[in-house]
């Protein structure tokens, strides 16, 4: 029997746990981004955790700025950053209020909303490519600073909600370390994703990036 996934949102006492807790249970859960062309649905595969003053791979590692204060909480909020002058990347935090932490919403698989999300990414070869790695999900769900500081949790607040969808086995995820982070935070294994699913990024270590002569 193939089951029904669960339409019921998460409630804001799922995101306030520890983050190591909260990064794997998330696998399987539903993300469901209302756009202003429609709405598109996708199935978390991939996740990696980042557990702030604790990680230096985090954001917050060094503490709260004007770029990643939406960590500090509350759980639940939706923490948007642009990265290397071009692409936006999307986490959920989670943990108690005033102390950061959240997790990388690296890949999924669209459910719903396909022809949108491909309008989106023409580079994708195949339905399979369009949220496979963190920048491609927040490009294919249109995803931008815009939403940076959304509640996932707010029933009234239609543009980005998670469903509690159907959460994966314990015996299908895998972990392992986290992609592209440098120093002591790129020894972690952080990285949390459904074996053998399609949808999950290739794993690549952390490459530093040259000046340009």
């Not at 649905?41 to 985090?58: F, H, I, K, M």
């Not at 939406?70 to 102390?99: A, D, I, S």
């Not at 491909?118 to 600073?145: F, H, Q, Y």
């Not at 707010?154 to 314990?170: F, K, Y």
Request: glycine share 10%.
């Amino acid at each position: 029997m193939i089951a029904i996934p669960d339409r019921t949102p998460l409630a804001r006492e799922f995101f306030d746990r520890p983050v190591l807790e909260v990064a794997p249970d998330l696998l399987g859960r539903v993300l469901v981004r209302v756009t202003p062309d429609g709405p598109i649905e996708l199935r978390l595969t991939e996740v990696e955790a980042y557990d702030g003053a604790n990680d230096p791979g985090s954001h917050a590692y060094r503490g709260r700025t004007a770029r990643n204060g939406v960590m500090f909480g509350p759980p639940g909020h939706v923490y948007v950053y642009f990265t290397y002058g071009m692409w936006h990347c999307m986490n959920l935090v989670c943990g108690p209020e005033g102390r950061a932490s959240a997790v990388l919403l690296r890949a999924g698989e669209i459910t719903e909303g396909a022809e949108l999300a491909r309008k989106r990414r023409l580079s994708a070869r195949n339905d399979k490519e369009l949220a496979k790695g963190p920048a491609r999900l927040a490009t294919a769900l249109d995803v931008d600073r815009a939403l940076d500081g959304t509640d996932a949790c707010a029933l009234d607040d239609p543009a980005l909600t998670v469903l509690t969808g159907t959460p994966v086995s314990p015996d299908q995820v895998l972990n392992g370390p986290r992609t592209g982070v440098a120093g002591d935070g790129g020894v972690h294994p952080w990285r949390f994703w459904i074996a053998n699913d399609p949808t999950v990024s290739p794993y690549r270590a952390h490459v530093p990036r040259g000046r340009s002569t």
